[in-house]
């Protein structure tokens, strides 16, 4: 993480855990692309054959809702 952006500010970042259904090959990349694209979101790891995908955010530049709308336009069902 940087000192430019303030994604390494103590307090000011979230990781969070979602469980994903629906992951195939060929949406991975794309789902991981978009959210990374969203302001604040600054590290998304995803297991695709388990669905298990962490996420570093910050809550100040991104809701929880737009991220969760990502899962939703590509047609997967996210649960934390």
Known sequence: MCTDCGCS???SNT????????YQTDNVDTV????LGLPGVYHVHIHAHDGETTIDYSP?????????GVFTKHGLEAVI
Do not use: N, Y
């Open 9 to 11: 500010a103590q307090g």
């Open 15 to 22: 990781q969070i855990k979602f469980f994903v259904k629906g």
């Open 32 to 35: 991981e692309r978009t959210l």
């Open 60 to 68: 100040a530049k991104t809701r929880l809702s737009e991220i969760t």
